[in-house]
């Protein structure tokens, strides 16, 4: 028996792969549909950040609350949502988890704690504050997380939202995912500070920057704030420093960046390979074992793309529907 | 036996009663309590003008002092109301909605729409509307169209102390998004009020008046000022019906109808701007579907097209008056006609 060096068992090493490849291939094959026209409205791709969502979310259940933003797909996979209702979802189709009334900005499953992929950009933050009140209130141990882009931690609502979990001792987690761009614009630019962990000090928040293409840096750093809050210990920030392989939405030709940076960061910095170079390294999982998951999820994104393409749109009658509880 | 309580102890009771109820009610608000952290008396507020006074020593931790940050804790509210709770949020004043809209508008009434049904939003955001406070532009307006124009929203404004318990509790109970909109000028306003909990349903407007020759509709303030409009009419023959909305969405139109049907008149009162307003909305929907019934052109009294004025001699013109109702029922009766 290998000794295993890592803070997972080999299933959960398992797990956390066939999540992150889950998320790959779903990005990268709504990249390419995207291309041919059949998917409507804006779709914001998670490539190349997997590791935030997957090594977060492995420490959390139903009970713990996201949410997410308009990049969200990930966070949606990692926190459990359906594949096939998120696929449906995103092609406009009844049998989508919204019955195809959100589309890619709007995925969300709270029974699976999912509060919802977001258009607006920080307002997830106020909405985890109360996720966080309702868990204390319930005392049932659950903690909130919200995920915002480094853009969006310059939002007005995330500030406010700091120093509100801060003095209500929440058990709130705000979780920067900066892949170094709001939409075009640098964080270097657009930011004042060096760190957001400087930021969250100013709110009275312990703070700690991982490196967000590192799965394990992620995990470990993800799971004593949460059990921190979990605990009472009250809220605190991650940064996740992370890569985006695509555009802000699709159709961004990315002149911005600059030349060469997809192509470095795919070969340098993918979350998957450094992932899978780490656990074959060490022999706890093998090449083999790694491959079997690839074929497995590239099956699954396939029956995911067909079945959407063939269900049914919804009805003119479904225009009217679920405004209102009762009305 | 009457029991004559105010507008203001009729909510408090209404908050009191369903923190009784229901465990997951609770109250977040800028001073709601008043005091917190700070070296004297806890509850020295009760919110800014005491509505919720005495609330604490009853329920405690339920009732939550907020920092100054609108879009934090009406977020807060919003998202806890997803997670299960039954947040009734303070705004203080509806004129701050402005710092805090996207998590009414964008976020609280799209979640059930938006989600394919599956979110369920039950919270309340009660605030003071309506000018007669000397205090000005930013603390006196009547911004119920800017809700009623959102679909996922449910918006009430009580007239007086008996609509205000009922329709309160009604909010609480109800699983929809609720903006609560309480006339400052009423909170002294009394009337009798049965110690025991009761929900008014929304959309079922009320009549307060019978009457044959015009329908004034109105809510809020102006439902009073259409009672002095109609005692003065009467006097010279007009017999007014007023119908107060109670609520604005769900909207009873039912009631208008078949009260235009039987008057031929309407005259419709509405503190808001007069763009896009209640005002509009009923005249036009009235002009729809009741256009034969109709002996005249629907009249609107509402605000001028302007902030709301600080100096009390223009406040006073600001707010539609009961001379100003009068004047509009005679436009519809021709000046020395005085019955129909």
């Keep these: ?327 | 036996m009457a029991r004559m309580i105010s507008y203001k102890q009729a909510i408090n009771e209404a908050l009191d009663l369903e923190m009784r109820r229901d465990p997951t009610v609770i109250l977040l608000g800028e001073d709601i309590v008043g005091g917190a952290g700070a070296p004297g008396e806890m509850d020295a507020w009760g919110g800014v003008l005491g509505v919720t006074k005495g609330l604490h020593a009853k329920h405690g931790n339920r009732l939550m002092d907020t920092p100054l940050s609108e879009s934090a804790y009406i977020g807060a509210a919003i998202g806890a109301a997803a997670c299960g709770m039954r947040p009734v949020a303070e705004l203080m004043f509806l004129d701050f909605m402005g710092v805090c809209f996207d998590q009414i508008f964008n976020q609280a009434a799209k979640f059930k729409y938006m989600f394919g049904g599956k979110a369920k939003t039950p919270v309340v955001i009660r605030a003071m509307v309506g000018a007669g406070f000397r205090a000005a532009a930013q603390h006196s307006q009547m911004l119920t169209p800017l809700f009623t124009h959102i679909p996922g929203l449910k918006v009430v404004c009580p007239s007086n102390a008996y609509d205000a318990k009922g329709l309160l509790i009604q909010a609480i109970r109800d699983d929809d998004p609720v903006i609560f909109c309480e006339h400052k000028a009423l909170y002294g306003s009394e009337a009798d009020v049965p110690e025991e909990s009761y929900a008014i349903p929304f959309g079922e407007a009320n009549i307060v008046r019978d009457g044959r020759d015009v329908t004034l509709v109105g809510y809020g303030l102006t439902v009073p000022r259409a009672l002095t409009a109609a005692d003065t009419l009467a006097r010279s023959g007009v017999s007014a019906e007023v119908i107060d909305l109670r609520t604005l969405s769900p909207i009873d139109w039912d009631t208008v109808i078949e009260s235009v049907e039987n008057t031929g008149r309407l005259v419709v009162i509405d503190e808001a701007n007069p763009r896009c307003s209640i005002a509009t909305d009923v005249a036009a929907y009235v002009a729809q579907n009741a256009f034969g019934a109709l002996k005249a052109a629907p009249q609107m009294v509402t605000a001028p097209h302007t902030p709301v004025p600080f100096s009390p001699v223009l406040e006073d013109l600001y707010i539609p008056s009961a001379d100003a109702i009068v004047a509009a029922v005679h436009k519809t009766t021709g000046p020395v006609k005085s019955a129909a």
């Design chain 1, 1 to 327: 028996m290998t000794n295993n060096p890592f803070p997972l068992s080999r299933d959960e090493l398992l797990t956390a792969y066939r999540t992150m490849r889950t998320i790959r291939d779903f990005e990268e094959r709504l990249h390419v549909e995207f291309a041919k026209g059949d998917i409507p409205g804006f779709v914001h791709l998670y490539a190349g950040e997997e590791a935030c969502a997957t090594g977060i979310m492995m420490h959390l259940t139903d009970i713990d609350r996201i949410a997410s933003t308009h990049r969200g797909h990930g966070h949606c996979i990692a926190k459990g949502v359906d594949v096939h209702e998120m696929m449906g979802e995103i092609y406009g189709k009844v049998t989508g988890c919204c019955r195809g009334k959100g589309g890619s900005m709007h995925i969300a499953d709270l029974s699976k704690g999912m509060m919802g992929a977001n258009g607006i950009l920080g307002a997830g933050a106020p909405l985890i504050c109360g996720a966080g009140l309702a868990a204390k209130f319930r005392g049932d141990g659950g903690v909130g997380l919200t995920f915002f882009g480094d853009g969006a931690a310059n939002q007005g609502t995330v500030l406010e939202s700091m120093n509100l979990a801060a003095i209500w001792n929440l058990p709130v987690i705000f979780v920067v995912e900066n892949n170094g761009y709001a939409e075009s614009t640098s964080v270097e630019y657009a930011t004042a500070v060096d760190s957001y962990v400087d930021r969250a000090a100013g709110f009275g928040l312990p703070g700690v920057t991982v490196d967000g293409t590192d799965f394990f840096a992620v995990y470990e750093a993800a799971g004593e704030i949460i059990k921190r809050a979990r605990e009472g210990g009250g809220p605190a920030l991650l940064e996740c420093k992370t890569v985006r392989f695509f555009g802000h939405f699709e159709g961004d030709a990315q002149t911005y960046k600059a030349k060469g940076e997809n192509d470095h960061n795919r070969a340098h910095r993918d979350c998957l390979k450094l992932f899978g170079a780490r656990v074959t390294a060490a022999g706890v999982v093998s090449e083999a074992d790694l491959a079997l998951i690839d074929r497995e999820v590239a099956a699954l994104i396939d029956d995911a793309v067909e079945t959407a393409k063939g269900a049914p749109l919804p009805g003119a009658r479904d225009l009217t529907t679920d405004v209102y509880v009762a009305y």
